[in-house]
Nanobody
Framework: QVQLVESGGGLVQPGGSLRLSCAASGFTFSRYAMSWYRQAPGKERELVANISPYGARTNYADSVKGRFTISRDNAKNLVYLQMNILKYEDTAVYYC?????????WGQGTQVTVSS
């Protein structure tokens, strides 16, 4: 079955960096685009970034452009989110997302807290 397992979250000071990873299994990873979403307390889940199957195209939310970078390693079935210059408003649970045709799959999420 499809599994998405995020890791790499934690507590970081403003201006710091974190790298999130998502390990995917149960489907042909290189055939599908992948996405990162986030959900802050009291807010709706929002798209942070997505990447095409072979990584040639990426898209970012305006709020993270220039600070976050999405990438993938198709040999290892991993997708990453490098987050730099983190801000208080980046605090959220971050989710890996795999839209696989008729069904969309989500990981369990990893908490990112930006605090001094």
């Amino acid at each position: 079955q499809v599994q998405l397992v995020e890791s790499g979250g934690g507590l970081v000071q403003p201006g710091g960096s974190l790298r999130l990873s998502c390990a995917a299994s149960g489907f042909t990873f290189s055939r599908y685009a992948m996405s990162w979403y986030r959900q802050a307390p009291g807010k709706e889940r929002e798209l942070v970034a997505n990447i095409s199957p072979y990584g040639a195209r990426t898209n970012y939310a305006d709020s993270v452009k220039g600070r976050f970078t999405i990438s993938r390693d198709n040999a290892k079935n991993l997708v990453y989110l490098q987050m730099n210059i983190l801000k208080y408003e980046d605090t959220a649970v971050y989710y890996c997302n795999a839209p696989l045709g008729r069904e969309t799959y989500w990981g369990q999420g990893t908490q990112v807290t930006v605090s001094s």
